[in-house]
């Protein structure tokens, strides 16, 4: 029990980290993996299919995942926060637009043109 707190607190730790800087979070916390690092009031968007490789946890209208490092490489994504949340193709909101609805969990590779695509994100529907 007290191996898994340990856990949870590095979990905490990582997604909280993940804001700031977030291809490290992966690194910091080598045995998490998966959807579940989105934690609750996170929007997460993740390197491969399936919540797996790097992600990026945001809280807030990101018009640039450039300075993230996650320009073009997002294959899946969970919506924790509770709201609906769009993303597109390009930086500024601009390109094709995808509502994600809130508490969705899944794969962009099923929808045309947004698998390694994503620029921007932001809170609301397309
Ligand atoms: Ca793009």
């Given at each position: 029990?007290?191996?898994?707190?340990?856990?949870?607190?590095?979990?905490?730790?990582?997604?909280?980290?993940?804001?700031?800087?977030?291809?490290?979070?992966?690194?910091?916390?080598?045995?998490?993996?998966?959807?579940?690092?989105?934690?609750?009031?996170?929007?997460?968007?993740?390197?491969?299919?399936?919540?797996?490789?790097?992600?990026?946890a945001l809280t807030?209208?990101?018009?640039?995942?450039?300075?993230?490092?996650?320009?073009?490489?997002?294959?899946?994504?969970?919506?924790?926060?509770?709201?609906?949340w769009s993303v597109?193709?390009?930086?500024?909101?601009?390109?094709?637009?995808?509502?994600?609805?809130?508490?969705?969990?899944?794969?962009?590779?099923?929808?045309?043109?947004?698998?390694?695509?994503?620029?921007?994100?932001?809170?609301?529907?397309?």
């Amino acid at each position: 029990m007290s191996k898994f707190r340990t856990m949870a607190a590095c979990l905490s730790m990582a997604a909280g980290f993940a804001v700031a800087a977030p291809i490290p979070a992966a690194v910091a916390a080598p045995a998490a993996t998966g959807y579940n690092r989105c934690g609750s009031g996170q929007f997460c968007l993740f390197q491969h299919v399936d919540g797996q490789g790097g992600y990026v946890a945001l809280t807030g209208s990101t018009p640039s995942l450039v300075g993230l490092n996650f320009n073009d490489i997002a294959s899946s994504v969970r919506n924790n926060t509770g709201a609906t949340w769009s993303v597109y193709t390009d930086i500024n909101y601009g390109g094709r637009c995808l509502t994600i609805s809130h508490n969705y969990t899944g794969n962009l590779t099923q929808y045309a043109g947004m698998n390694d695509s994503v620029s921007s994100a932001r809170p609301g529907g397309c």
